[in-house]
């Protein structure tokens, strides 16, 4: 049986480490969440705990794979975070239907598919087969604030309301 | 009280000190502006005005912020001429869904945000509520035509016909 | 006329010279393709072919602009031959809608439309027009497994079924 999906998004954040209890700050004129219908769209998030973004930097260089994906994980609880606040809940996701992955890079380095699997993965222990999605990962060369990482997703929500 | 669309917009035209009124060129095997009922998908735009990228460069370096947000404002009008080119008429657009913005940047440079705001607020000056929207920014190695940024965006539009 | 998908796909793939019989692996923790009624993400595809990615490295400096075009059209094919399996059979595809072309590129290669461009003449020799579509192509710094190109898309397709 599946574990009620706020119990595993805490789980998570414990795993994490970080304290995600104050507002999610954004930078920029943009809307964190815009729905459509039974569509939303998350912008992309960063790996900001509060007012500092935990992992910055360039992946392969100063950052370690190890660190990228947990600055993926970040990213993919931000993005959690917001669609339940403008949701109403994490049970009214119905499926992740798209995850864009941008990592900030060193020449040479390519396991960009290794740094957003840990963010998969994350998406699929807290929603279950709701979290599965098609996937774009790419190397950038740099990214707002320096962030080693950046994700975005698009969602089927069960409820258009809202 | 909103300000009409098209009294807007050429506001902002204005403001650019540019002259859109030719026909608005792209290179590539593509369709600007692709409809699947109420949504419609805006291929990316560089800041291309007539036949010249009028912002070529590297933001960071040679090209400067507030010029790399220039360029993301003719972005951000080429896109909303092609929509109502489209669709007949700006009055069409029900909401913008999704922007994705590509800075070309420098090592080191990481405002993307900031230029990404550039296009997000014009957004907003021309239609409104219906011009806010989900937003990734993310900085590139290159882009098509050394164009300085490339915009694309997602928008609902009010009438499935077309 | 147009002829039937399947011969023009087979026709792509035989100018291509690569056997495309066997699996389509993947590598990570993500869904090749995900529906969402009328709708269908394909993940971001690079060129391989069995087990081998066949365009590898940085385009415009090791890669020549007609070597990306070949990974292009793989990718291109790739995208075809998963939807054609998700969907049980190209007939199913309505229309593409977007593609978006990312190229591993080097310092001072600006020709990314004309890289994607292949992978759109491809689509609309396999689909007529129902292979056109919105496309944005920029340049990135690199890619998984150190591909030249990469390339995702959404499509329409005909049955919400599957």
Redesign the interface.
């Given at each position: 049986m599946q574990e009620p999906r706020e119990a595993a998004l805490q789980r998570s954040i414990d795993s994490l480490g970080h304290d995600f209890s104050g507002p999610l700050r954004q930078?920029?004129?943009?809307?964190?969440?815009?729905r459509?219908g039974c569509?939303a769209?998350?912008?992309?998030q960063v790996p900001r705990v509060g007012q500092t973004v935990v992992v910055t930097g360039r992946v392969g260089a100063e950052v370690s794979l190890e660190q990228a994906r947990h600055a993926a994980r970040v990213c993919a609880v931000r993005s959690l975070l917001l669609l339940r606040e403008a949701l109403g809940g994490l049970d009214a996701i119905q499926?992740?239907?798209?995850?864009?992955v941008?990592?900030?890079?060193?020449?040479?380095?390519?396991?960009?598919?290794?740094v957003?699997?840990a963010a998969?993965?994350l998406l699929?222990e807290v929603l279950g087969d709701a979290g599965?999605?098609?996937?774009?990962?790419?190397?950038?060369?740099?990214?707002?604030?320096?962030?080693a990482v950046?994700l975005?997703m698009?969602v089927?929500t069960r409820d258009p309301a809202g």
């Open positions: 930078g920029g004129d943009y809307v964190p969440v815009q459509d569509t769209y998350v912008s992309g499926q992740v239907l798209r995850v864009g941008f990592v900030k890079s060193a020449e040479g380095f390519s396991q960009q598919s290794e957003a699997d998969s993965v699929k599965s999605h098609a996937r774009t990962a790419v190397g950038v060369y740099e990214l707002p604030k320096n962030a950046e975005e698009v089927r």
